[in-house]
C-alpha cells in the first residue's frame, strides 16, 4: 500500500517568514495530493490540492508543488501570521477498482511566533 | 449549511460496553470514511463505504464495524471497546468529482472517546 512520509513534524518560525512542509510518497499511481489545516481542537479542513498533471499550484501566501518523478510534494507558506499556527497534514490518494484510500502523513505542527 | 455530524462529541465508556459513534452527512454524497487520529501517527483510515451497502477495510479496522443502510448515515460500531481504542474519531464524506473518486473530504467535528 501507499506510505506517505511528512517532515518535519514540528516547525516553529517567525511572523513573516517562510514556511515549507515536505512529503514523500511511495506509489506511483498516487495522483491526487491535498493539504489538510487542522487547528487546534477543531477538525481538517483542505487548504490547498493538487493532481498528478500539475506541477505547482498557488492560492494567495500558499502554494504546493509536486514532483512526480522524486515522489515528492511540498507546501509552502509566504509571510507567515500567527493565524497559520496548525497541524498541516499531506496525503496522497488515488482510485483504482472502485476504491479509494487517501493516505495521510503523521503531520507537521506549525507555530508562528508574532 | 452543508455538514458532516458526528455524535457524540464526547464519550468516556468502560472496556466491553458496546457503543455507536453517528455521523451523517447532508451533502448527498456517495463516499464517506471514519479516521482515528492518535498523537503522532495522524490520521489513520478504519472503514470507507463508497455508496449504500458497500463497505470496505481501511487500514485500521480491527475492532470496529460499521454499515451504510442509508446514503447519509455512516455509524461506527465497537462492540466491545478496549482502551486502546481511546482516540480521536472523525467522520468524512466526499462527492465523487470529476469522473473519479477523488476530491475534497469534509470532516465532521470528531468525537472523543475514552475507554477506561
Same mark, same amino acid.
Given at each position: 500500500g501507499e506510505n506517505v512520509e511528512q517532515h518535519p513534524s514540528t516547525l516553529s518560525v517567525q511572523e513573516g517568514d517562510s514556511a515549507v512542509i515536505k512529503c514523500t510518497y511511495s506509489d506511483?499511481?498516487?495522483n491526487y495530493f491535498p493539504w489538510y489545516k487542522q487547528e487546534l481542537g477543531k477538525r481538517p479542513q483542505l487548504i490547498i490540492d493538487i493532481r498528478s498533471n500539475v506541477g505547482e499550484k498557488k492560492d494567495q501566501r500558499i502554494a504546493v508543488t509536486l514532483n512526480k518523478t522524486a515522489k515528492h510534494f511540498s507546501l509552502h507558506i509566504t =509571510?507567515?501570521?500567527? =493565524?497559520?499556527s496548525a497541524v498541516y497534514f499531506c496525503a496522497a490518494s488515488y482510485a483504482s477498482g472502485g476504491s479509494y484510500i487517501p493516505t495521510f502523513g503523521r503531520g507537521t505542527s506549525l507555530i508562528v511566533h508574532p | 449549511e452543508a455538514q458532516v455530524t458526528q455524535n457524540p462529541r464526547y464519550l468516556i465508556t468502560v472496556t466491553g460496553k458496546k457503543l455507536t459513534v453517528t455521523c451523517s452527512q447532508?451533502?448527498?454524497?456517495?463516499y464517506m470514511s471514519w479516521y482515528r487520529q492518535d498523537p503522532g501517527l495522524g490520521l489513520r483510515q478504519i472503514y470507507y463505504s463508497m455508496n449504500v451497502e458497500v463497505t470496505d477495510k481501511g487500514d485500521v479496522p480491527e475492532g470496529y464495524k460499521v454499515s451504510r443502510k442509508e446514503k447519509r448515515n455512516f455509524p461506527l460500531i465497537l462492540e466491545s471497546p478496549s482502551p486502546n481504542q481511546t482516540s480521536l474519531y472523525f467522520c468524512a464524506s466526499m462527492i465523487e468529482g470529476s469522473g473519479s473518486w477523488i476530491g475534497e473530504l469534509f470532516f465532521g467535528e470528531g468525537s472523543r472517546l475514552t475507554v477506561l
Open positions: 506511483s499511481a498516487s =509571510e507567515t501570521q500567527p =493565524e497559520d | 447532508n451533502m448527498n454524497h456517495e
